[in-house]
């Protein structure tokens, strides 16, 4: 019987996890569950003789692959994978899979949540400003960007988008205007949202060089990854403009220096909390699940993202 573990240090709602659970056991296999551990050697235990692992932004590393003896695939329950080390899955002949667009939809909902709240002045009482007739620059429009921009046009915003692996025709048809180069999307976009995955082009893009391009107002809104942010560069412009606020579902590493310098203009979940929603939850993880049991019913490797 194949053994499948969920192991989330941010557990899944519990809904999700028993729909899980039914598609796992209908297909005739055994589901475990390793939640909210606190070391990664928990999960180098947990994974020893398990034949598939569903995770979320958990670090499945060199270790944990070499760890896990029987390991054939392992789903990354939302879209980013580079919590995966893709190397040493492909090394060991494990399938890596994501589950793309399944948790989009929650992410985008928490960006405008953001933009309202810094909009209003955090709820300061003060008298704040509007997203309806602002510009709002997608940094990448693929799932989350995409559901962005139609929430967008509900709030009655100018929505651009630059990415260079999605046509302009397509940008166009959602009604949304394409750019053709990032530094035209800051120099346009009071707001802009960030939806770029983390990778080796990608770490440290977001610079103060970038954001310095942005008009009166500006609020970046960073969704994605703190990888691809220059903490540095992004304090040294807000002590440079007392206007700029930064909005982060991942707090940054220097979390005390925004605390101390930048009171009003920044805010950060306590805790990545973009797909932290009951609805992505399921979707994800029910995705995942499935992925899994046509991988192994049927070979179906859609979604594989190691060659
Ligand atoms: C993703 O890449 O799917 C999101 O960042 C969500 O990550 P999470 O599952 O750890 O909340």
Known sequence: MKKILVATEKPFAPAAVAQ???IVEAAGYSLSLLE????PHELNAAVADVNALIVRSDKVSAEVVAAANELQIVVRAGAGFDNLDLEACTSKNVVAMNTPGQNSNAVAELVFGMMVFQA?????????????GKKLGIHAYGNVGLYVAKIAK??????????????????????????S????????????????????????SINAD??????????????????????????ALMEKRADFAYLSDI?????????????????????KMGAQTSEANINAGVAAANQIVKFFKNGDETFRVNK
């Open 120 to 132: 209003r002045n955090q709820f300061n009482g003060t008298a704040g400003t509007e997203l309806r």
């Open 154 to 179: 509900g709030f009655g915003m100018e929505v651009y988008a630059f990415d260079p692996f999605v046509d302009d025709a397509r940008i166009k048809a959602d009604g949304i205007i394409p750019v």
């Open 20 to 22: 899980i659970k039914e």
């Open 36 to 39: 909210k551990y606190s070391s």
């Open 181 to 204: 180069s990032v530094e035209e999307l800051y120099s346009t976009c009071q707001y802009v949202s960030l939806h770029i995955p983390a990778n080796d082009k990608t770490k440290k």
């Open 251 to 271: 707090a940054p590493d220097n979390m005390a220096v925004f605390e101390e310098k930048f009171p009003g203009r920044f805010f950060f979940t306590p805790k």
């Open 210 to 235: 970038l954001l310095d391009k942005m008009p009166e107002g500006a609020v970046l809104i960073n969704t994605a990854r703190k990888e691809v942010i220059d903490e540095e560069g992004v304090v």
